[in-house]
C-alpha cells in the first residue's frame, strides 16, 4: 500500500486530537475536583454518587429536625422550671398564710401575689416556639390559656375551670413527633393536660378563695399544701421525663455526626480525584503530546521546495 503525505498527515491530526481529548479531560478533572463530570462517562460512579448524596441529604435532614426537637425541649424545660419556681413560692405564701395571726388584709396582700403567680403561669402555659405554642397539642397556631379568662375564674369561685381554655378542656391526645432517623421517631411536646390540665388551675383556684375568705383557718391553709406538694411533684415527673427525651436526642445526634462523616467519606472516594495521581498522568500526557507534535512536525513539514533549496 502506498502511503501518501495526505495520509501520513490525517493519521497525525487524528492521533493529536485523541490527544487533545486526553489532556481536557484530565484538566476538568483537576479543576471540578471530580472524577466524573458527565454520567455517560462512568455510570456505576453516577449511580453511586446519586446513592450517597441522597444518603447525606438524609443525615442533614435529620440533624435539622434533632436540633429543631432540642430547642423546643430546651424551651419547654426552661417554662416547666418557671413553672415549678411558681409552685414554690405559692407553697412559701401558702405557708406563711397559714397562720392565724394574719388579719385579713395579710391574706390579702399574699391572695394577691398569688394570684400574679396563677397568671404568670398560664402565660407560661402560652409559650412560643418561634410562631407555634408549644403547650396546646398539635393546635400550635392557638394558645392554650385564655388569660381574661383565667382573671375572670380566679374571681369567681364559682367559676367552671375549663372556661380558660379557648376550646375546652385540653385535649388527651396531640403528640408532636420528629424523626430523627430513619424510622425512629421522638416526641418532643409535653401533653397539655398533663402540665397545664384542669387540676392544677383548680387547686390554685381554690387556695386564692380561701384567702379570700374570712372564716379560713391556718388549718384549712395547712390541708392545701399536701395539693401543692402534688401539683410540685408532678411538674418534677414530668421535667425528669423530658430530660430523658432531650438526653436521648443527644445521643441520636452524636450518632448522626458520626454517620454523617461516614456518608461524606464514602461520597468523597466515590466521586473525588487522587489529586497527586492526576497531577502525574496530566504531566505524562504532555510529555506524550509534546512528542507527537514534535515528530508530526518532522514528518509534515519537509516538502517538494525544501529539497530544492
Known amino acids: ?62 440533624r435539622r429536625n434533632v436540633s429543631e426537637a432540642t430547642s423546643w425541649m430546651d424551651l419547654t424545660d426552661s417554662t416547666l422550671n418557671e413553672v415549678t419556681e411558681a409552685v414554690k413560692r405559692i407553697r412559701e405564701l401558702t405557708t406563711q398564710a397559714a397562720n392565724d395571726t394574719y388579719e385579713s388584709s395579710q391574706r390579702q396582700i399574699i391572695k394577691s401575689e398569688i394570684d400574679q403567680l396563677v397568671e ?76 397545664f390540665g384542669a387540676e392544677l388551675f383548680k387547686g390554685l383556684q381554690k387556695l386564692s378563695s380561701m384567702l379570700n375568705t374570712p ?7 395547712s390541708a392545701e399544701l399536701a395539693t401543692l406538694d402534688t401539683l410540685g411533684q408532678n411538674l418534677i415527673t414530668k421535667r425528669a421525663e423530658l430530660g430523658a427525651r432531650a438526653n436521648r436526642l443527644e445521643l441520636v445526634d452524636n450518632r448522626l455526626q458520626d454517620h454523617e462523616i461516614i456518608a461524606k467519606t464514602i461520597m468523597s472516594d466515590n ?35 525544501d529539497f530544492l533549496r
Open 215 to 221: 372564716t379560713t383557718t391556718g388549718a384549712d391553709l
Open 271 to 305: 466521586e473525588d480525584i487522587d489529586i497527586e495521581k492526576v497531577i502525574m498522568e496530566l504531566k505524562s500526557h504532555e510529555t506524550v503530546h509534546r512528542a507527537a507534535l514534535s515528530a508530526g512536525a518532522r514528518i509534515i513539514q519537509p516538502t517538494l521546495l
Open 1 to 62: 500500500m502506498r502511503v501518501t503525505q495526505t495520509m501520513l498527515t490525517q493519521t497525525n491530526l487524528k492521533h493529536l486530537s485523541s490527544s487533545y481529548n486526553t489532556l481536557a479531560r484530565v484538566q476538568e478533572q483537576l479543576i471540578s475536583g471530580k472524577r466524573i463530570q458527565k454520567a455517560s462517562e462512568d455510570p456505576v460512579v453516577a449511580m453511586q454518587g446519586m446513592r450517597y448524596r441522597t444518603e447525606v441529604r438524609e443525615v442533614d435532614q435529620f
Open 120 to 195: 404568670h403561669i398560664g402565660s407560661l402555659a402560652n409559650s412560643k416556639a418561634g410562631e407555634k405554642y408549644i403547650y396546646n397539642g398539635t393546635k400550635t397556631d392557638e394558645p392554650l390559656i385564655n388569660m381574661d379568662a383565667l382573671k375572670a375564674f380566679l374571681a369567681d369561685p364559682s367559676g367552671d375551670v375549663n372556661s380558660i381554655y379557648p376550646n375546652g378542656a385540653p385535649a388527651t391526645s396531640g403528640k408532636i413527633e420528629f424523626e430523627v432517623s430513619k424510622g425512629i421517631k421522638v416526641q418532643v411536646n409535653m401533653q397539655p393536660e398533663k402540665v
